[in-house]
C-alpha cells in the first residue's frame, strides 16, 4: 500500500468548510483513496473513497487531483460533531487480508 | 438495521482468566474482522474471516482465538488474558474482499489486570 501524508492537526470554524488535504506521492494506479474518521471513543467511519474522478456523498466530498498524487477531503459545513481524527488510506481493491492501515492521520477540531 | 454491535462494551480481567468477546452484524457480510487499538495508536488487525466457518491470522493473532460458526457473528476469545491484551477492541465488517468499505461497531474496552 502507498504512503499517506497528512498534517498532524488543523482548526476549522463551525459552519464553514473543512478541507483535509493527503499526500500520497506514491500511489500506484490500481490503488483507491479511502477516508475514514474515529470520533474519540468510537469505531472508525468510512466517509468516502475514489480511484481518480472527484466524488461525493451526504458526508463529504473527495477531490483527487489529476496526478492522482493528492488529494483533498472537504466537509462543506463543518458542525462540533465532526471534530475527529481524520484516515486518509491508500490501498488496492481486493488486498488480501483487508486489513486497514491507520496512519497517525489529522486531529481536526471544529470550533465555534 | 443496528449495523455492528460488540457486546460487551467494558471488561475487567485479572491475569489469566478467560473471555469471549461477540460481534454481530446485520448486514448480510461476508467478511468480518477482529482489531485492537492501543492508545495513541492506530488499528492492528488480529483476525479475519472470509466467510462462515473460516478465520485467518492477521498482523497479531497471538494470544487470540476466533470462531465464525454463524455468518452473522465474529467471536473474539481470550484463553488466558495477560495485562499485554489490554486494549480496545474493534469489530468489523464489509461486504466483499473487493471492497475496502468496512463498517465498525463501537468498541469493547478491555482492562487486564
Known amino acids: ?112 | 438495521n443496528a449495523g455492528v454491535t460488540q457486546t460487551p462494551k467494558f471488561r475487567v480481567l485479572k491475569t489469566g482468566q478467560s473471555m469471549t468477546l461477540l460481534c454481530a452484524q446485520d448486514m448480510n457480510h461476508e467478511y468480518m474482522y477482529w482489531y485492537r487499538q492501543d492508545p495513541g495508536m492506530g488499528l492492528r488487525l488480529i483476525h479475519y474471516s472470509v466467510g462462515e466457518g473460516t478465520t485467518a491470522k492477521g498482523e497479531v493473532p497471538d494470544g487470540y482465538n476466533v470462531s465464525r460458526l454463524k455468518k452473522q457473528n465474529f467471536l473474539l476469545g481470550l484463553e488466558s488474558a495477560a495485562p499485554s491484551q489490554t486494549s480496545v477492541y474493534f469489530c468489523a465488517s464489509s461486504y466483499s474482499l473487493r471492497a475496502n468499505t468496512q463498517y465498525f461497531g463501537p468498541g469493547t474496552r478491555l482492562t487486564v489486570l
Open chain 1, 1 to 112: 500500500d502507498a504512503k499517506t501524508t497528512q498534517p498532524t492537526s488543523m482548526d476549522c470554524a463551525e459552519g464553514r468548510a473543512a478541507n483535509l488535504p493527503c499526500n500520497h506521492s506514491t500511489i500506484s494506479g490500481n490503488e483507491y483513496v479511502y477516508w475514514y474518521r474515529q470520533i474519540h471513543s468510537q469505531g472508525p467511519q468510512y466517509i468516502i473513497h475514489g480511484l481518480k474522478n472527484n466524488e461525493t456523498n451526504e458526508m463529504a466530498s473527495l477531490i483527487i487531483t489529476e496526478d492522482r498524487k493528492s488529494s483533498t477531503l472537504i466537509l462543506p459545513h463543518a458542525t462540533l460533531r465532526d471534530t475527529a481524527v481524520y484516515y486518509c488510506i491508500v490501498r488496492v481493491v481486493g488486498n488480501a487480508g483487508n486489513m486497514l492501515t491507520f496512519g497517525g492521520g489529522t486531529r481536526l477540531m471544529v470550533k465555534p
